[in-house]
Each structure stands twice: as C-alpha cells, then as structure tokens.
C-alpha cells in the first residue's frame, strides 16, 4: 500500500513528460488526432473529433478520469470553453453555441478558425455545401443559409 503514492507520482511525471516528446504536427499531448467533421446548424456548430491516445496514458485517463482529457480537447478544437455531447478514448463530440454570426433572413457566417495543432482531414458540413481541407490548423470563415432559412 505504501508503493501507491510514488506510483501515482511516477506516472504524473509521465504524464508530464510525455508533451515534450510529442513531434507530430497532429499530436498534442497524448493525443493524436485523425480527423475533424464540423457540422454547422443554424448559430451552432457539433464538431466530430476521431484520434488516438498513447497506450501507456489509456490506463491513467480511465484511473484519473476524463477532465484532463477534456483540457485538451479543447485546445485542439481551438474552443476550449465548449460542451461535451459524448467523449470516450478515440471519439469526442463537441458542441458549440453561437459559433457562427447570425445575419438575419437565414443567412450565417461562419469565421475563419484556428485549431491548436495541424489536423490531417477536415471537413466542413453546412446545409448548402460540404468543405474538405487537408493538413490544416486553421478554417477559412464561411458563409451558408441556416436550416431555418426563409423561402
């Protein structure tokens, strides 16, 4: 029982030495990102993250819990302030509220986006028109009609 603190300990300090080994443009952290689907609606936007976590860290986040995890997701995402609809150890889905600005008669403008780190696929889903970008870190802003729009 004595050795469980300076286990926890050991593997706190790899959680920290983990980041600075990270040299992959899709990594960040333990995290490895392999693709991104944005699906806007109306003001809101649901953004689909898959990736991957080093085997070595999957048993810290299931010990620890999800809320360092959430940390950076966030960050990645570049909305670190968003909700979390679902977030297992590949798969998030991220909500976010007001995302886009509302021009009236259905009409929306979704601005240019910076991600924190370079996502391989990204791909952006408005009612109109679907948007792929590769080896990325940021969106061009976008315009599209809302579902609502009037006809």
Wanted: glycine share 8%.
């Amino acid at each position: 029982m004595k050795l469980l603190p300076g286990m926890i300990c050991c593997l706190m300090l790899l959680i920290m030495i983990v980041p600075a080994g990270a040299a992959d443009p899709n990594q960040y952290s333990y995290i490895t990102v392999e693709d991104c689907t944005i699906r806007l609606n109306d003001e809101d936007a649901v953004i689909d993250l898959n990736y991957s976590i080093d085997e070595g860290i999957v048993l810290l986040v299931h010990l620890l819990g999800k809320s360092d995890l959430k940390q950076k997701l966030g960050v990645i995402a570049g909305y670190p302030d968003a909700r979390y609809q679902t977030i297992d150890m590949d798969h998030a889905t991220i909500v976010v509220s007001s995302v886009s600005q509302n021009y009236g008669e259905g009409s929306y403008w979704f601005p240019a986006h910076t991600f924190g780190i370079e996502i391989p696929q990204v791909t952006v889903i408005s009612p109109q028109v679907n948007r792929s970008y590769n080896q990325t870190s940021s969106l061009p802003g976008m315009g599209y009609f809302g579902t609502k729009a009037q006809v």
